[in-house]
């Protein structure tokens, strides 16, 4: 039975990178025989110029019924005036808060073709290979009560709500023990317990949790060290498990790890496998429509969609082999080139991806 991909190219540099991913699955439909139909809708600013919402009803209705979804990006500086309430990150976590997808899979993986444009040592990024597990529905991004209020004397207050229940820790915490299960068996929990009480309730929920994995190696780590082990010894780290704002600060310094944030992919999971999957870099509006920006990240998130929730997973090691080969041909984007390699485009880079599939 044929599955239903909902693709969504959002903003800024959305969709050309989507259109390389779309290439890709194309190709793998007409050489491999991948059995799958395609829908597109509006998500972030473009949905709001359009319907005056970054998630349109009809957007949400489609990503319900949708096996998979596939996300470009959302957001740029035309949008920022807007009222928070509708503005394009709104879409996003929307999207993530409405289909229930807990669970944020962040791969950080040094491609040894990219060593160099690490702003790290080699011998400090090499090898490297972490998965970040970032709680997604929940934490400060979603905790009431929230807002801006204004004091009687005037002055104005913001304010917003660190908060998880049990049942929110333990299942993310499962997760990342799932995960580390089929790598090297070592989590490291990130918390703030020395002065948050919610993380305090997090270490506590994650040990239990830990303590049903005796073949998994359990640690804590405070998010400030967390931050500053990253770049000093990065390969310390298995899988890191943590809240929803930590993971998003530290998933962005796992990626420059890597050379780029152009290159690395994310899923976003609920209770069943059903995923959202997107580059986790932004709409980079100061590159958009110029055919500058990197289509790997997501060209890899169709691997993990492959791979998590197409149940394909043969289909999901030829899309990262055919990436493979392209990066030993020498061809990079701007964000990843180096002296001695070839530079090229945004469309250049998915012709190519989709040449080497089809010659593999
Ligand atoms: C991310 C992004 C989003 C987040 C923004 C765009 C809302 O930074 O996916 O990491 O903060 O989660
Ligand atoms: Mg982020």
Redesign the pocket.
């Known amino acids: 039975m044929s599955k239903n991909i909902l693709i969504l190219p959002g903003d800024g540099i959305g969709p050309e990178i989507v259109s390389e991913a779309v290439k890709v699955l194309v190709c793998l439909q007409d050489v491999y025989g991948l059995e799958v139909d395609m829908d597109e809708a509006l998500v972030g600013g473009a949905a709001y110029d359009a319907t005056g919402h970054p998630l349109p009803e009809a957007t949400l209705q489609y990503a319900r019924e949708a096996d998979a979804v596939l996300l470009g990006a959302?957001?740029g500086p035309k949008w920022e005036p807007l009222d928070i309430s509708v503005r394009p990150?709104k879409g996003?976590?929307g999207l993530r808060s409405e289909l229930g997808l807990f669970a944020n899979l962040r791969p950080a993986i040094l491609y040894p073709q990219l060593a160099e444009a690490s702003t790290l040592k080699p011998e400090v990024v090499s090898g490297l290979d972490i998965m970040i597990v970032r709680e997604l529905t929940g934490g400060i991004y979603f905790g009431q009560p929230r807002g801006v209020r204004e004091l009687e004397s005037g002055e104005k207050e913001g304010y917003n709500t660190l908060i998880y229940r049990e049942s929110e820790v333990d299942r993310i915490v499962r997760v990342a023990m799932d995960i580390a299960m089929k790598r090297d068996r070592r989590v490291c929990s990130v918390d703030k317990a020395n002065v948050l009480e919610c993380t305090e309730l997090w270490r506590e929920v994650a040990t239990r949790a830990g303590g049903d994995y005796p073949d998994v190696e359990l640690s804590h780590m405070y998010v400030d060290n967390a931050a500053m082990q990253l770049v000093r010894a990065p390969k310390q780290f298995d899988v890191m498990v943590t809240t929803n704002m930590f993971g998003?600060i530290l998933?962005d310094c796992a990626a420059m790890l890597t050379g780029s944030i152009g290159m690395l992919p994310s899923a976003s999971l609920d209770e069943n496998g059903k995923g959202m999957y997107e580059p986790?870099h932004?709409s980079a509006p100061d590159i958009s429509g110029k055919g500058l920006a990197n289509p790997l990240a997501t060209i890899l998130s169709v691997a993990m969609l492959l791979r998590y929730s197409l149940d394909e997973p043969q289909m999901a090691e030829r899309v990262e082999q055919a990436v493979n080969s392209v990066l030993d041909s020498g061809l990079r984007t701007p964000d990843i080139a180096s002296p001695g390699t070839v530079e090229v485009g945004t469309s250049e880079m998915g012709d190519a991806v989709v040449k080497a599939l089809q010659a593999a």
């Open positions: 959302v957001g990150e996003l976590l998003d998933s986790i932004g």
